[in-house]
């Protein structure tokens, strides 16, 4: 069975202070890890695919690594709109449905 | 219209009630998804739909019945629910890929359902 755990629950940061969350994964066949973010009463917005271990990809002050048993999302010089529940999951292929962690709430202290 | 749209955005329901929900993709993807959002829980997959046919069904109680009448929208039937129903429903949309890689999926605002 697919299983993915994020760490840590919840997590409080100064504007600033940069910081990385961490999502470990148990999945037979992995054909992709995505990273979404979730604003309250929204639904998940897409930010990140990645598809080997050694990938690497970037959009403004995040970026998202992968290794064969977890990816980490590293927030460089966080700003209070960064604020937000971030969500791992993965997938085995095709129309697979995705697989979720339970996400990081993340908040960014002014 | 863009994106993924869900309506109704909130819907209250008794527990005899029946009633649907709506999604629709405007991103001319050929998958679309169910997914369930319960507080403290992780975003639980209830039904895939690949090309208008089910391809999974995450042991999903009868009383949630989908259907997909086109490649652009997805419905949920809603009938004799029970108070821990209650949560946010996600309708999301992707391209199938039958190759080695796999394409993103984008997600709806959501049905937020109170049953009482």
């Known amino acids: 069975e697919d299983q993915v755990t994020q760490s840590p629950e919840a997590l409080r940061l100064q504007e600033g202070e940069s910081s990385s969350l961490n999502c470990s994964y148990t999945v037979s066949g992995l054909r992709g890890l995505f990273w979404y973010r979730q604003d309250p009463g929204k639904g998940p917005e897409f930010l990140f695919t990645l598809y080997s271990a050694g990938e690497e990809k970037e959009k403004e002050r995040l970026k998202a690594t992968l290794t064969k048993k977890e990816s980490f999302l590293h927030i460089t010089a966080p700003k209070p709109e960064d604020s937000a529940t971030y969500l791992c999951a993965v997938q085995r292929g095709g129309a697979d449905g995705l697989t979720f962690g339970k996400g990081t709430h993340l908040i960014i202290q002014p | 219209e863009t994106g993924v749209t869900q309506t109704p955005r909130h819907l209250v329901m008794g527990m005899t009630n029946k009633k649907s929900l709506k999604c629709e993709q405007h991103?001319?993807?050929?998958?679309m998804y169910w997914y369930k959002q319960s507080a403290k829980k992780p975003l639980e997959l209830m039904f895939v739909?690949?090309?208008?046919?089910?391809?999974e069904n995450n042991s999903v109680p009868s009383r949630f019945s989908p259907e997909c009448p086109n490649s652009s929208h997805l419905f949920l039937h809603l009938h004799t629910l029970q108070p821990e129903d209650s949560a946010l429903y996600l309708c999301?949309?992707?391209?199938?890929?039958?190759?080695?890689?796999?394409?993103?999926?984008?997600f709806g605002p959501g049905t937020r359902l109170t049953v009482t």
């Open positions: 991103l001319g993807h050929n998958a």
């Open positions: 999301a949309s992707s391209q199938d890929s039958p190759g080695l890689y796999s394409y993103e999926q984008y």
């Open positions: 739909y690949s090309l208008e046919e089910r391809v």
